[in-house]
């Protein structure tokens, strides 16, 4: 059995119904033969990921050395970071916020997994439509994109780091999204795991076969372009049988909540059923 990790913020988690239940989309990737483990931080910003990489049970570096330790290493990575960063006092510019999202996938290249995949900041109620967040949201995300081709392209170790635009667009009609316009509903959560299946599929199945970069046109780059084709198909479909206007929200009113939502419940806490080991859903954490 393959084993990957999806780490991130509560968006990773699957935060929903108001933070009454969690909907992770690892559950939903559904590829034969590979385990998803997710481990969400709600609340918590990259450059708060990277700095606590080392702690039990939330660091990334602790969480990949546990597995080795215990024989069940991770065969790849996936990283979806950066949202909370967008409304941040601290460290909030697109550079330094790709720079600690590039820099988990660093430390999951140092702690042994040679296949990572960078899902791109979400779109959300703020960060859409050409609003302030939007465009660091894309000036970050493109940055990560290029560090993602940087690091396939010159490793001399197989290393590859894929980055994939994430595949369910913000959308109030869409269903897919809850109402404080921040966190994907059930659904979201569902459709994201369906939509990230072939490009984990395609990195667990590169690390198998022992192949190197992907550079050009590889299996996980075939695959990424695939599912970011369906998102936009499935997005304009949305918009061509949609009925309901999009609401525009009051701009002051709309990023003041995005910094709260950003700096709200930093102080994770566990899970009312955590796992024994990492071999089963083992953390999420709640703000």
Same mark, same amino acid.
């Given at each position: ?21 969690? &909907? ?10 590979v385990s998803a483990v997710e481990v969400g931080l709600s609340g918590w910003c990259a450059s708060e990921m990277v700095s606590s990489h ?10 990949? +050395? ?16 950066? =949202? ?13 916020? +790709? ?10 290249? &140092? ?15 703020f960060a859409s439509g050409g609003r302030p967040f939007d465009e660091k949201r894309r000036? =970050?995300?493109?940055?990560? &994109?290029?560090? #993602? ?28 999204? &809850? ?63 949609? =009925? ?14 995005? #910094? ?25 954490? =709640?703000?």
């Open positions: 059995m393959k084993r990957v990790l999806c780490y991130g913020d509560s968006l990773t988690a699957g935060w929903c119904n108001g933070g009454r239940s969690f &909907e992770p989309y690892a559950r939903h990737l559904n590829i034969a033969g080392d702690e039990p049970m939330l660091g990334i570096q602790h969480l990949l +050395s546990t597995a080795q330790a215990n024989g069940q290493p991770f065969d790849a990575v996936v990283i979806m970071a950066g =949202t909370n960063d967008l409304g941040s006092l601290q460290s909030s510019s697109p550079a330094a916020i +790709s720079s600690n999202v590039c820099q988990l996938h660093a430390l999951a290249r &140092e702690g042994g997994v040679r296949r990572t995949l960078a899902v791109g900041i979400p779109e959300s109620r000036a =970050t995300n493109a940055l990560i &994109e290029a560090n #993602a081709k940087e690091v396939s392209d010159s490793s001399e170790l197989g290393e590859t780091m894929v980055y994939i635009d994430c595949p369910v667009l913000f959308g109030n009609e869409t269903g897919h999204w &809850e109402s404080d316009g921040l966190h994907m509903a059930k659904l979201g959560y569902q459709e994201l795991g369906r939509r990230l299946a072939a490009p984990v599929a395609a990195l667990v199945e590169a690390e198998v076969n022992g192949r190197g970069a992907m550079k050009g046109g590889g299996a996980a780059a075939a695959a990424v372009e695939a599912s970011a084709g369906a998102a936009e198909a499935d997005a304009e479909a949305d918009a061509e049988t949609s =009925t309901e206007a999009p609401t525009e929200p009051n701009a002051d009113a709309a990023d003041a909540a995005a #910094a709260a939502a950003a700096d709200d419940a930093h102080v994770p806490v566990e899970c009312t059923a955590p796992a024994a080991s990492l071999a089963q859903r083992a953390w999420c954490c =709640t703000g």
